[in-house]
């Protein structure tokens, strides 16, 4: 009996599957993309949307924020150093990337360089034989996490800094180091400080080098070439955000005068470049016994306007003088971790009626793919469309304060302007969201609790056509902002 049932339903299964392919007409294929676009390992970084950096080194024990290269090596001393713990920290709070900043600009080396004696093989920490970069690579690798290392071109204690020719060889020397002996590297993070002390980076011959010993690894800096600078250290990204700039008009370690540039980015951008926003869960970079982290509604404030707003969030939680990450600090980036699952835990747009749109590309790229969280399958407007809207209907009347876009980036960023609006009982149609750029992601806090049964996205321009949409989500974030108003429009 039950043989015969599933005979019979696989023969069903059968005949469903070679029904479905009769009409056999070809799908139209995808559109082009629009260039530029990123690249494997650029769409991967920005799907991981936030990562940690860990300041720690002389100043950790000196109270300072930037060292004078003078510090005697044996104040570095943390008596209870556990990367492990570090790692757990990041791993637990639902982070896959950690940053360690292996030189500051200082100079002092967190691992034994055999370019300078300015470094733990100097210290009394473990004799002198301990190798903080070391003891962080085993962590991650046990947990499975990834690694990134900043190296700091300004280095106030190297003698030959200054030299054009014998400081570069010397930083692209331990650049070397760090990146043949301690596995796969992530990221790779530089800046172009340099004091006032004038002597040139070179740039190119560095980059090259970089991605000729890490072929997996991002370079970060200003200007890129892989992940930019957002302008601030704030967290905040510029309201509209593209994730392209022109790399040649930006000079690495001189961006004071184009801040909102990179705050911004480009439209007409030759360079997929995508903003990441570093900022510290305390004031300073380092660790300082007077300063706490900052409250949970403040960091929910810099998630919203990076990865709310096309970016990455790198945020900063410096270890302590013991080599520990502080309890109070632990706790925070939990609460943290904690809101965010929850604030997205429901998507309230995940199943609708139904759901429809001005037009569509295709059969395949329809308006229901917008309710898959896979940004590879997109809703489309018909080709040469640069417009357009799409419909939910809720099956409801529905609470929400929290609306989330996402477009389709491998096939590069288009969307210019869009607004969302809300068919309101009293009020009609009613816009309330609207912005310029989507890109990866976007995140929009509404001001009050919206209640609707109706929702739409309306794309009003892209710089090419069609707009790719692939992702739309409502929540109700318990986290409420602005004064915490709990009024409900409907
Ligand atoms: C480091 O080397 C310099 C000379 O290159 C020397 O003057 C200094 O004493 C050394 N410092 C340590 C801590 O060994
Ligand atoms: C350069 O910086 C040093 C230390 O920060 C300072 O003492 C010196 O006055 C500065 N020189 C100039 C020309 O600004
Ligand atoms: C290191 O990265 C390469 C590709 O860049 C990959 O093939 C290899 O499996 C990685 N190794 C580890 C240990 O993750
Ligand atoms: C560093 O943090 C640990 C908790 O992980 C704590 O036990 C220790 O006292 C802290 N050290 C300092 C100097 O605050
Ligand atoms: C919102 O409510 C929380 C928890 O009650 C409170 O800590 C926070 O200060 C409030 N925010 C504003 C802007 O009133």
């Not at 209640?451 to 090419?464: E, F, G, H, M």
Request: hydrophobic share 40%; proline share 7%; net charge negative.
């Amino acid at each position: 009996m039950s043989c015969l049932l599933v005979l019979c339903s696989s023969l069903l299964v059968i005949a469903a599957a070679s029904d479905s392919k009769l009409p056999s007409s070809p799908p139209p294929p995808p559109p082009l993309p629009v260039l530029p676009i990123p690249s494997s390992k650029q769409l991967h970084w920005q799907r991981r949307e936030r990562s940690i950096f860990f300041h720690f080194g002389m100043n950790t024990f000196t109270d300072s924020e930037t060292g004078t290269g003078l510090e005697d090596p044996r104040l570095f001393f943390p008596t209870h150093l556990n990367a492990r713990q570090w790692v757990s920290v990041a791993k637990d709070a639902g982070f896959t990337l950690v940053v360690l900043v292996a030189k500051h600009h200082d100079g002092f080396c967190l691992w034994p360089s055999k370019y300078t004696n300015h470094s733990v093989a100097s210290s009394f920490w473990k004799s002198g034989k301990g190798d903080v970069v070391r003891e962080l690579t085993d962590a991650v690798a046990e947990a499975g996490i990834d690694l990134g290392l900043y190296l700091s071109p300004w280095d106030r204690h190297e003698p030959s800094y200054g030299n054009t020719l014998d400081y570069n060889k010397h930083y692209l020397a331990q650049m070397r180091e760090l990146l043949t002996n301690y596995g796969n590297i992530s990221e790779v993070w530089l800046d172009g400080a340099k004091g006032n002390i004038s002597m040139e980076y070179k740039f190119d011959e560095w980059f090259e080098t970089i991605h000729q010993l890490q072929p997996g690894a991002l370079i970060f800096s200003d200007a890129g070439p892989d992940t930019r600078w957002v302008g601030d250290e704030q967290g905040r990204a510029g309201a509209t955000c593209w994730s392209m700039v022109r790399r040649s008009s930006i000079q690495i370690g001189n961006s004071g005068p184009i801040l909102q540039y990179l705050n911004q980015g480009d439209e007409h951008g030759s360079d997929w470049v995508p903003p990441e926003c570093d900022v510290s869960i305390r004031t300073g970079w380092f660790w300082h016994r007077s300063e706490r982290p900052k409250d949970l509604w403040s960091l929910l404030d810099i998630y919203y306007t990076s990865v709310g707003r096309n970016c990455v969030l790198l945020l900063n939680v410096p270890p302590n003088s013991s080599g520990l990450i502080s309890d109070e600090d632990s706790k925070t980036l939990r609460a943290l971790s904690t809101a965010i699952t929850t604030i997205f835990s429901v998507n309230l747009a995940a199943s609708p009626l139904s759901v429809t749109a001005s037009s569509a590309y295709s059969t395949e790229h329809g308006p229901h793919q917008v309710l898959t969280p896979d940004i590879s399958s997109f809703w489309s407007p018909r080709e040469g469309e640069a417009a357009g809207w799409l419909m939910l209907d809720l099956g409801k009347p529905t609470l929400f304060n929290l609306v989330k876009i996402q477009e389709a980036i491998a096939w590069g960023q288009r969307v210019r302007y869009h607004r969302v609006d809300v068919l309101s009982v009293t009020r009609g149609w009613t816009t309330v969201a609207q912005g310029t750029t989507i890109g990866y992601k976007r995140l929009h806090r509404l001001k009050l609790i919206v209640k609707a049964q109706l929702v739409k996205l309306v794309i009003l321009d892209s710089r090419a056509a069609p707009p790719l949409v692939a992702s739309f989500g409502l929540y109700l974030d318990p986290y409420p902002h602005v004064g915490n108003d709990t009024s409900v429009i409907s």
